[in-house]
């Protein structure tokens, strides 16, 4: 079955840059695109962007965009998640998860999540 | 690109029917008949229920079940169960290769 691992919790103070990872098994990965996804505690989610591992191509959601990069290693078929400079209310938990080959359609696999908690 | 809108609680006894609504725009719901549901339990990450407003995946129960009038999709639970006690999610795609979703409904089974 398809299969995202994320990389693990981050404790990390504000100003501070930060990638998280995920990687996609059992499937192609350069076949399907792969969201992240948002989540602060006690809150509901939030699609932040895309990416197309196969070329790159991204999109991001208007709230993300310029604030967060997502990039992917198909060689080693893994996404990531990047903050250049960290900031307080970027603690959440975040997903990434997987859109079936025909792309447009919404996500089917997630990964369990990575949280992320900034404080000085 | 605003939220889609979903009641923030839904409750019900035991084997009755419920239904999570969920509100968008010309520009998501009304556009695509590309809306997914997803149940979220504590602690764990979503799971697909439906999509592409009516699909059941391999292995979801024939008790959740989805439909699109206008603007407006919905999911509905028959005979709902314990289990079904979690946080409910629709995602609607909004062109350009981007998706929102609503804010969430919580489901109390009494």
């Known amino acids: 079955e398809v299969q995202l691992v994320q990389s693990g919790a981050e404790v990390k103070k504000p100003g501070e840059s930060l990638r998280i990872s995920c990687t996609g098994s059992?499937?192609?990965?350069?076949?399907?695109?792969i969201s992240w996804v948002r989540q602060v505690p006690g809150k509901g989610l939030e699609w932040m962007g895309r990416?197309?591992?196969?070329?790159?191509?991204?999109t991001y959601s208007p709230s993300f965009q310029g604030h967060v990069t997502i990039s992917a290693d198909k060689s080693i078929s893994t996404a990531y998640l990047h903050w250049s400079s960290l900031k307080a209310s970027d603690t959440a938990f975040y997903f990434c998860?997987?859109?079936?080959?025909?792309?447009?359609?919404?996500?089917?696999?997630w990964g369990r999540g990575t949280l992320v908690t900034v404080s000085s | 690109q605003s939220a889609l809108t979903q009641p923030a609680s839904v409750s019900g006894s035991p084997g009755q029917s419920i239904t999570i609504s969920c509100t968008g725009t010309?520009?998501?719901?009304?556009?695509?008949?590309?809306v997914s549901w997803f149940q979220q339990h504590p602690g764990k990450a979503p799971k697909l229920l439906i999509s592409?407003?009516?699909k059941r995946p391999s292995g979801v129960s024939s008790r959740f079940s989805g439909s699109k009038s206008g603007d407006t999709a919905s999911l509905t639970i028959s005979g709902l169960q314990p289990e079904d006690e979690a946080d409910y999610y629709c995602c609607s795609y909004a062109g350009s290769s981007t998706w929102v979703f609503g804010g969430g409904t919580k489901v109390t089974v009494l």
């Open positions: 998860a997987r859109h079936p080959p025909k792309a447009v359609i919404g996500v089917d696999f």
């Open positions: 592409e407003v009516t």
């Open positions: 990416i197309d591992p196969s070329d790159s191509y991204t």
């Open positions: 010309s520009s998501d719901v009304e556009n695509y008949d590309l």
């Open positions: 059992d499937y192609t990965f350069v076949n399907s695109w």
